[in-house]
């Protein structure tokens, strides 16, 4: 089936546009409705530019708008769960942006009201779709990595563009949850969202801005499966926007540069007239400028995925569930960071699998006296064998001519 959805928009800053300059795209057939912001003038100017036929300023009445059947949620994460269960009580289609609560209780009442209504809900993770990730998680299904053993997600730049962002209580916390947020759930992908987060291990400090939460984390994530997750995000990266993963398996590796140094560089002595792209610190010198930047940060194989999966009525690739799953695994950080200790995540609602077949173990067996632990050609052009004893657990090493 293929639908064409009326949305109200509730967001008008950066999400917000980002999020029309997709719908509103080439040729989209999926189009705001309605558009809903603090102030008559950023939600009438917004309108006018996007030719959005309505606009307001009440959550509440642009849910409600008749014609609409999807309500998209881009507004400070302090408001999400009020809109959310705004949207719910109205029958709408939900898509959230992340994350989706400011902590896990948050997301867990409000993929509890989504359930209850029935409603279709979506989390909006771009991250996860970018045309490489997600070329990247089809070769890890497909087995090319082998077992994937440590996943590495970076996402770090300046700090944000709005004031809300810096308010520990309206954000729910800082670098870790506006940032990390993005980095869990490319890691979970990586790993198998089926398997369990199980502890993790956080470090968050306040190095630079003058604010209470923090603007720099590092974390460790360890799954039921003995996979590791490793996050490190920042608020005070100079030089632009720095999103890089790392996927490590047993028969192979992934890099991917999402922003900066993709083979896009460009020099300019006067710049060129500008915005660059998102977070860019000048538009002078070296420049590392975006192609298609809503392409390239997912958000067109996002809503295209999001909507999909609403006109063939089955759950999109990311759901609310995963969101409260994130807000598990990110209060388990800040717990970590606060006690310095190894922290449970806790995870009231579970849905994957129960028991994960470990990732460790590999044990190739050479003849029947010795395993081989590892294979190397020499610079002389021998090849070297280093071998284990089965029986005595001795470690020995062998050169082949
Ligand atoms: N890559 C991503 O997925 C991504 C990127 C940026 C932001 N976000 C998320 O999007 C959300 C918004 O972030 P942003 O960067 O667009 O913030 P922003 O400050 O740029 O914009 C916030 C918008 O919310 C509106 N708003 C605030 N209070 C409101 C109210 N009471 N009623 C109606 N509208 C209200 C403002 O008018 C503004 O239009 C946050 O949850 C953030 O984490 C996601």
Request: proline share 4%; aromatic share 8%.
């Amino acid at each position: 089936m293929r639908n064409n959805h009326k949305i109200t928009l509730l967001g008008t800053g950066l999400i917000g546009t980002f999020y029309t300059m997709t719908l509103h795209g080439p040729r989209g057939r999926d189009e705001v409705h309605h558009v809903c912001a603090a102030t008559e003038e950023e939600a009438r100017s917004f309108a006018q530019k996007w030719n959005i036929p309505r606009w307001s300023c009440d959550i509440k009445k642009a849910v409600n708008d008749p014609e609409t059947d999807v309500v998209i949620v881009g507004i400070p994460n302090h408001l999400h769960q009020e809109a959310v269960l705004q949207a719910a009580a109205a029958g709408k289609a939900i898509l959230c942006t992340k994350p989706l609560g400011r902590n896990a209780v948050e997301a867990k009442i409000m993929l509890e009201a989504v359930e209850k209504a029935g409603v279709f809900a979506g989390y909006l993770e771009d991250l996860v779709y970018t045309p490489k990730t997600l070329k990247s998680l089809d070769s890890v299904k497909k087995g090319a990595l082998g077992k994937v053993l440590w996943v590495r997600s970076r996402e770090t730049h300046p700090g944000p563009h709005s004031a809300w962002f810096w308010d520990l209580e309206k954000a729910g916390g800082g670098a870790i949850v506006d940032m990390g947020c993005h980095c869990v759930e490319i890691i979970r992908n990586f790993i198998g969202k089926d398997i369990k987060p199980v502890e993790v291990m956080c470090t968050a400090d306040t190095l630079v801005h003058p604010i209470e939460a923090e603007d720099s984390g590092i974390g460790l994530i360890r799954f039921e499966n003995k996979a590791i997750g490793q996050f490190e995000v920042s608020w005070t990266f100079r030089g632009g926007m720095d999103l890089r993963d790392e996927v490590a398996g047993t028969e192979g590796t992934i890099w991917l540069n999402h922003f900066l140094r993709t083979g896009f560089e460009m020099f300019t002595a006067v710049g060129r007239g500008g915005y660059v792209a998102e977070k860019a610190e000048g538009d002078t010198g070296w420049l590392f400028p975006v192609g298609d930047e809503v392409h390239e940060l997912g958000y067109t194989p996002m809503f295209a995925e999001m909507f999909d999966a609403l006109d063939n009525g089955v759950a999109p690739m990311e759901t609310f569930y995963d969101g409260y799953v994130v807000n598990a695994i990110i209060d388990a950080c800040y717990q970590s960071a606060r006690s310095k200790q190894w922290e449970p995540v806790k995870l009231d609602i579970w849905r994957g699998s129960t028991v994960a077949e470990s990732v460790s173990g590999k044990k190739v067996a050479v003849d029947e006296k010795f395993i081989l632990i590892k294979e190397e050609r020499m610079p002389d052009g021998k090849t070297k064998l280093i071998l284990k004893d089965k029986k005595t657990g001795e470690i020995l090493q062998q050169i082949m001519e």
